[in-house]
């Protein structure tokens, strides 16, 4: 068992194109966003085992000898060999159940705390319990990400506690060696942090598709249908504006919505779908170009055709709203060209920043959706997935961010 501190981060997510038709077997191009999520994991001796969460202000904690008491047969089930895991079921009922009687949830609990006490707990005696004792510890977790934006920040979570628990109990070795500011796990490790962190996801969200995780464990770009996932090589990092608008939606709703207008016009959303389709596919083949020469200035034309085309559809599709409308009449102001990221109906948008662009006319336009009540981040897609740090590499923010400052 490591005795050291460790600092790990893992990215959020959007997606560029496919939104709703990925629903209905489409192509669907999920990115990493450069909006990370931090852990600081700080072992001790005091048999406790921690849980600080500032962004939401939790914070929680255990007796160890109490944990060690526990029957936790009710857990899955792992074989003794990290690298040959067995194919595991999704956490039960029961398991939900059993968990909540440890995290004795006082009255006052909110929405956000559930989940992730639930998720933290799960994996922390899941993968710690093979240990001769479950260690004393704890665990902070600050966050760039503003939480349920559908950007990932539950993913980002989820993996940033596996990659650190499988670390801390020697089960992936540390990768960061001393004097590097940062690094990254093998290729293997990384799969293991991935399933790991697809069970954290489904403590949270029941029935999750697995692309939040991926993209977060993985970084870069990955192209998700029916199920597969695959990274695209090299894809470039992307200047991006996110804007979220704050409007409330209900991803079910909205999903049903689609589904319900192409049982009433099929042979119009049909073919609304399939042009989705291509859109994604087409962006993939430019990204492709992108990473395999220097970037020019027609990518850029194409992939800012390609976000109005898209944006214009999923409209069509009855996933606009007023609010994204004003984004996109607002950005296009200032000559750029934005889109809905995600379910849509409010929400969150982006807005692609070529390389050209100077800094003023950029910080006008975050003034301008600003202005309109938006927050709004300047920030990239295609950023490394889950990296373990130096605390010296850390900025200011985030290191007052994990002190709770």
């Not at 710690?128 to 600050?142: G, H």
């Not at 249908?225 to 709703?253: F, H, M, Y």
Request: aromatic share 4%.
């Amino acid at each position: 068992m490591l005795s050291q501190v460790l600092l790990v981060s893992a990215p959020g997510k959007v997606i560029l194109h496919g939104e709703h038709a990925v629903v209905h077997g489409k192509v669907a191009l999920a990115v990493a966003l450069n909006l990370r999520t931090f852990l600081r994991l700080q072992p001790h001796s005091n048999g406790k085992v921690g849980l600080n969460l500032p962004n939401v202000g939790v914070k929680r904690a255990w007796d160890v000898a109490r944990l060690e008491q526990l029957d936790t047969s009710f857990l899955v089930c792992w074989s003794a060999c990290a690298t040959e895991q067995e194919d595991i079921a999704a956490p039960t009922p029961e398991t939900l159940e059993k968990l909540k009687e440890v995290a004795d949830f006082p009255a006052d609990c909110t929405s956000h705390e559930r989940p992730a006490v639930l998720a933290f707990l799960f994996l922390y005696l899941s993968i710690c319990r093979k240990q001769r004792a479950l260690p004393s510890l704890d665990i902070t977790v600050w966050s760039e990400l503003p939480t349920g934006a559908g950007l990932g920040s539950s993913a980002a979570y989820s993996v940033c506690l596996a990659a650190a628990l499988l670390t801390l109990c020697e089960e992936i070795p540390n990768p960061l060696k001393d004097g590097e500011a940062t690094n990254r796990w093998t290729a293997e490790d990384l799969e293991l942090i991935n399933k790991w962190a697809f069970q954290g996801e489904k403590v949270i969200h029941g029935n999750p598709s697995g692309v939040d995780n991926a993209v977060s464990t993985w970084g870069g770009a990955l192209r998700y249908q029916q199920g597969e996932i695959s990274s695209l090589k090299r894809p470039p990092a992307l200047k991006i504006l996110l804007t979220n608008t704050k409007v409330p939606r209900s991803t079910k709703a909205l999903v049903l919505s689609v589904k319900n207008r192409l049982l009433k016009f099929p042979e119009i959303v049909g073919p609304l779908l399939t042009s989705i389709d291509a859109i994604s596919l087409e962006c993939e083949r430019v990204l492709g170009e992108m990473a395999a020469a220097a970037p020019a200035p027609e990518h850029y034309l194409v992939l800012e055709e390609l976000i109005d085309m898209n944006q214009h559809h999923l409209n069509a599709l009855g996933a606009g709203h007023s609010s994204l409308d004003q984004l996109c009449q607002v950005t296009m102001a200032h000559g750029l060209h934005s889109k809905l990221t995600g379910a849509g109906g409010g929400g969150c948008g982006i807005t692609l920043l070529r390389p050209d662009l100077e800094k003023p006319e950029v910080e006008a336009t975050k003034q301008a959706l600003i202005g309109c009540g938006f927050d709004c981040w300047e920030t990239s897609i295609g950023a490394p997935g889950i990296s373990i740090h130096s605390a010296a590499s850390l900025d200011t923010t985030v290191q007052r961010g994990l002190d709770g400052l």
